[in-house]
């Protein structure tokens, strides 16, 4: 059980920099949605959805090959550690030079169908500039987590997060006051400052990637790019099914906000996708907490694989983790009547256009939930080499959200790409299951996990719907859910107290 406490130690370090990083971040969402409309804000989803998605590419699954090959090849760790940030810098710079040979074209052809922008080819430009920055920093990352610094880990992001926060206040708040109350400089600002302009929000995150680049410099400056054909061959087989895999969860994660753009009628499309995207921040405290498993369990999960116990030690983390969501499901749908104010628009009309979306928050809660459960499962064919599963999988899901998303966006909007999202991972989780047991079983307590999710969805609708989202009885609910809850698992809590 010491082993758990472990793990546990560490994600607890992970989830405490990633809450307060994305806390931080978070405070950013009321105020775009005060500053811009929704149908700007939706020119910010859009953007983001991309950027994503391409993100993926750029990594080309070798955040997962890093730690693999680091567990296979422990007398080749510095060759582990150089290849994969090789092979990254290769597609990067790949990347860079086809996009910039197509600013135009992209920025054309990201408008067809709406209100022409002159303003989105230099938007395009500083995207190509982050995707850039922060792809060259994935396996400086992953080494940090390898290493076992979590407090690292989370410092520099800690950092990136208030650069980009500080920036975005610099030029939402600071610059205009100074041309207001004509301060010091005041004549050379107002010469340049466009008032409210979105591309601002782009250009902090470019400045906040830096910055993040150059506290990885004690790890960059660690590399040795010397090239061995023969590991990266090895991993390369290893990584593509890993990159498609990605790149398929990716497009279930964001082809939604893109679809919308696209499918719905060009007056009301960047309108719908703003409204979609604020109130997915409302999911954004499910969605920490798995990434934040994520990022403790992907290091301790290789380390591990080789002990006698595994099996059993995964399978009580699944039980802990599906647990802990469904805590987390019910507290967050119980307080939304406290958290759509983090969305309210700057006036009673926009404010009205972004709460009409609450009604997808619950679905969106339990996808997180889903694809949570999905990432502890995926350990399977990560260990046993079987990455082509991943593949499978995610290819499935991605053509099914392509295809429902095609089908339904077009009469119901984001309710249908909530909902979706939600198929999408539920089928994931179920496929990643049924393949595991069969390829790579690990004896997960499969009854106890189902019936506390549930349990949980069955709570959220009578709080969500049926109470109509009063905040006593949801917390009420909430507060038996989890003393009952208390009570059912006390023996293991001891257990894992005493260890």
């Known amino acids: 059980m010491s082993t758990l406490r472990k793990f546990a130690g560490q ?111 230099l938007y395009v430009k500083y995207f190509v500039y982050i995707l850039l920055a922060d792809a060259l920093a994935v396996i400086p990352f992953a080494k940090i987590r390898a290493d076992g610094r979590p407090l690292r880990y989370g410092l520099i992001k800690l950092v990136n997060i208030l650069t980009f926060i500080g920036f975005n206040f610099l030029f939402i708040f600071i610059i205009p006051y100074i041309i207001k109350t004509q301060g010091f400089g005041a004549d050379f600002l107002a010469v340049w400052f466009k008032p409210q302009w979105v591309g601002y929000v782009f250009l902090s995150n470019l400045i906040a990637s830096i910055v993040t680049l150059i506290l990885l410099l004690p790890e960059l400056l660690q590399l040795r790019l010397k090239f061995e054909p023969r590991i990266v061959k090895e991993m390369l087989i290893y990584s593509f099914p890993v990159l498609v895999a990605n790149i398929s969860f990716i497009i279930n994660e964001n082809v939604d906000k893109i679809f919308l753009g696209m499918l719905l009628p060009a007056e009301i499309s960047e309108t719908e996708v703003g409204i979609y995207g604020a109130c997915a921040k409302l999911a954004i405290f499910l969605s920490i907490f798995v990434q934040a498993f994520r990022l403790g369990a992907e290091p301790f999960f290789f380390g591990h694989a080789k002990e006698k116990n595994s099996g059993e030690t995964y399978a009580r983390i699944m039980t802990w983790f599906v647990i802990a969501v469904s805590l987390i499901f019910v507290a967050l749908s119980a307080n939304i009547e406290i958290l759509k104010y983090f969305i309210g628009g700057g006036d009673e009309q926009q404010q009205s256009l972004y709460w009409s979306g609450l009604k997808i928050v619950p679905v969106l809660l339990f996808g997180y939930a889903s694809l ?69 079983p690990i004896p997960y307590n499969v009854k106890k996990n189902i019936s506390y999710l549930l349990v949980s969805a069955v709570l959220v609708y009578i709080s969500f719907s049926i109470f109509n989202r009063d905040l006593i009885i949801g917390n009420s609910i909430f507060l038996l859910f989890a003393v009952a809850t208390f009570y059912l698992e006390r023996k293991e809590v001891k257990l894992l107290l005493r260890s």
């Open 11 to 121: 994600t607890i370090i992970y989830g405490a920099s990633t809450i307060i990083a994305r806390l931080l971040n978070f405070i950013l969402t009321p105020i775009f949605t005060r500053i811009y409309p929704a149908k700007v804000y939706g020119i910010f989803t859009y953007m983001y959805s991309w950027a994503s998605m391409l993100n993926a590419v750029l990594a080309f699954g070798m955040e997962t090959t890093f730690f693999r090959y680091l567990n296979k090849h422990e007398d080749e760790k510095d060759k582990v550690y150089n290849n994969t940030f090789l092979t990254i810098v290769i597609t990067s710079f790949l990347f860079l030079l086809f996009t910039f040979l197509f600013v135009d074209d992209i920025a054309a052809w990201m408008q067809r169908g709406k209100e022409v922008n002159k303003d989105y080819a």
């Open 372 to 440: 949570g459960i999905y990432m502890n499962l995926s350990i399977w064919y990560k260990l046993s080499d079987q990455t082509r599963f991943g593949l499978y999988i995610s290819l499935i899901a991605a053509v099914l959200t392509i295809v429902l998303n095609l089908i339904f966006i077009p009469k119901y909007s984001y309710v249908a790409s909530a909902w979706i999202s939600l198929t999408a991972y539920a089928s994931m989780m179920i496929m990643s299951y049924y393949l595991g047991q069969k390829n790579y």
